[in-house]
């Protein structure tokens, strides 16, 4: 397994020095499973001084995912599922309204319209999951020519959410992602060429290292060594496939994401999103990536660039070693 960097230099006559020649260095580091190019450049991630966002999320008025307006503005299942909308603990799930796919379902997280996501607890994350994947095994079950599967959040609108009320949406299909299929053709070949898991050696290699950041029950933590967004970190669970995995390895997702959540906002973020993967297949197990978002204010920039939308690379401001030991203290 290579970890490959490279650097590269910028010199140009800067006004901030009076016009004398000065160089910047750019970091450029290559995924080691699918030679994915990311950037770590100082300031590429604009943070306000402060921001105010009460008067937003406060506004619960015709909220569709609050408890009094559920039942009457959200849509049930079909006869197959047994069950209008589903429910564990806090968390209630029914179809998603404007589906992505064949199969597209929705989790409400908490029963209070807005939480800031570092008061997103395990518990509330556990619910979720636990409703997102019985609608996951429901759909394998009903429908055999399934393949891929992800629980996915946007966490306010600098993170793509159009409702401030936290959820989930699942996604379901016999096509996967591109990322999804990028993904699983790459760990196939590294298993053809290696004859084990890349997940489960990733974790080997890494633990102990400086992106390492530690466990939650069998699920291992590390920052992304070639980030895809900002403060990209990756939970691996144990080298197995989707329908194999238990209760412990759900609360090991569920404990890990307000930790890393809560380093988040003690670096001054409040957005995020969330993926996990989910292929029936042994040489991807289930797979968590957490990305911060620019921060949601009146104001808020996109930190999706040209770079992101259409070349697909990571251009960050903050390399993986240094935000793996932040989030390491929450562990």
């Given at each position: 397994m290579e970890f490959n960097a490279y650097s590269q230099s910028a010199t140009f006559n800067s006004p901030l020095a009076d016009f004398k020649e000065v160089t910047e260095t750019v970091d450029v580091r290559e995924d080691p499973l699918t030679g994915r190019i990311a950037r770590i450049v100082d300031g590429a991630f604009v943070m306000p001084d402060n921001y105010e966002i009460d008067a937003v999320v406060s506004d619960d008025e015709g909220c569709f995912f609050c408890p009094e307006n559920v039942e009457e503005a959200t849509p049930t299942y079909p006869d197959w599922m047994d069950v209008d909308r589903g429910s564990h603990g806090e968390a209630t799930s029914f179809p998603n309204l404007n589906p992505y796919g064949?199969?597209?379902?929705?989790?409400?997280?908490?029963?209070?319209?807005?939480?800031?996501?570092?008061?997103?607890?395990?518990?509330?994350?556990?619910?979720?999951l636990t409703a997102a994947l019985a609608y996951v095994d429901a759909v394998f079950d009903h429908d055999e020519d399934v393949t891929h599967a992800s629980v996915n959040m946007n966490f306010l609108r600098s993170a793509g959410s159009s409702l401030v009320h936290p959820h989930l949406q699942t996604v379901i299909d016999d096509l996967g992602t591109n990322q999804q299929r990028e993904l699983l053709a790459a760990s196939r070949r590294y298993r053809d060429a290696e004859g084990s898991t890349y997940w489960a050696d990733l974790v080997d290699v890494e633990r102990g290292g400086d992106r390492w950041i530690g466990t939650a029950g069998p699920v291992g933590w590390l920052a992304a060594f070639a980030p895809k967004h900002h403060r990209h970190v990756l939970a691996v669970a144990p080298d197995t496939n989707?329908?194999?995995?238990?209760?412990?390895?759900?609360?090991?997702?569920?404990?890990?994401?307000?930790?890393?959540?809560?380093?988040?906002?003690?670096?001054?973020?409040?957005?995020?999103?969330?993926?996990?993967?989910?292929?029936?297949?042994?040489?991807?197990?289930?797979?968590?990536?957490?990305?911060?978002?620019?921060?949601?204010?009146?104001?808020?920039?996109?930190?999706?660039?040209?770079?992101?939308?259409?070349?697909?690379?990571?251009v960050i401001d903050t390399s993986p070693e240094t935000y793996a030991e932040q989030v390491r203290t929450e562990f």
């Open positions: 064949s199969y597209s379902n929705v989790v409400v997280l908490t029963e209070t319209h807005f939480q800031p996501m570092e008061q997103l607890t395990a518990t509330q994350f556990a619910d979720g989707c329908a194999e995995m238990g209760r412990e390895t759900i609360e090991g997702f569920a404990t890990g994401v307000p930790n890393v959540l809560a380093a988040y906002a003690d670096a001054g973020l409040n957005a995020f999103n969330l993926v996990l993967h989910l292929v029936d297949d042994p040489a991807l197990p289930p797979v968590m990536s957490v990305v911060a978002r620019s921060v949601f204010d009146e104001y808020y920039w996109s930190d999706s660039p040209f770079f992101t939308v259409l070349h697909d690379e990571g």
